[in-house]
């Protein structure tokens, strides 16, 4: 019964600030990889954060590098995702997604099990 609920979007100005909230159930959140991921319209779903289990390491592609940081409260079981200096080609719903035997490299979507719904972030004047 593993369960991924994010919240947190909205719509924002170019150069502003969101943080997205991915709470989790039916697990223990700091036992399994945690990614984030979004689509845009007519464009395939793509990782821009995750963080591994096995070691805390945390990886970003280069078009977020420096302004996006993925980070969990495992009291809360919440994985979060602070998005700074947001660009318009951010636009795009974002979906957290989770897989239990994860190995390697954790921003392939190919690779996770459980997604969550989805919220959409607008960035926009």
């Known amino acids: 019964q593993v369960q991924l609920v994010e919240s947190g979007g909205g719509l924002v100005q170019p150069g502003g600030s969101l943080r997205l909230s991915c709470a989790a159930s039916?697990?223990?959140?700091?036992?399994?990889?945690i990614g984030w991921f979004r689509q845009a319209p007519g464009k395939e779903r793509g990782g821009v954060a995750c963080?591994?289990?096995?070691?805390?390491?945390?990886r970003y592609p280069d078009s977020v590098k420096g302004r996006f940081t993925i980070s969990r409260d495992n009291a809360k079981n919440t994985v979060y995702l602070q998005m700074n200096s947001l660009k318009p080609e951010d636009t795009a719903v974002y979906y957290c997604?989770?897989?239990?035997?994860?190995?390697?490299?954790?921003?392939?979507?190919?690779?996770?099990?459980?997604w969550g719904q989805g919220t959409q972030v607008t960035v926009s004047s």
């Open positions: 039916g697990f223990t959140l700091d036992t399994y990889a």
């Open positions: 963080i591994r289990s096995s070691d805390g390491n945390t």
């Open positions: 997604a989770t897989d239990p035997g994860l190995v390697g490299s954790c921003l392939l979507r190919w690779k996770y099990t459980y």
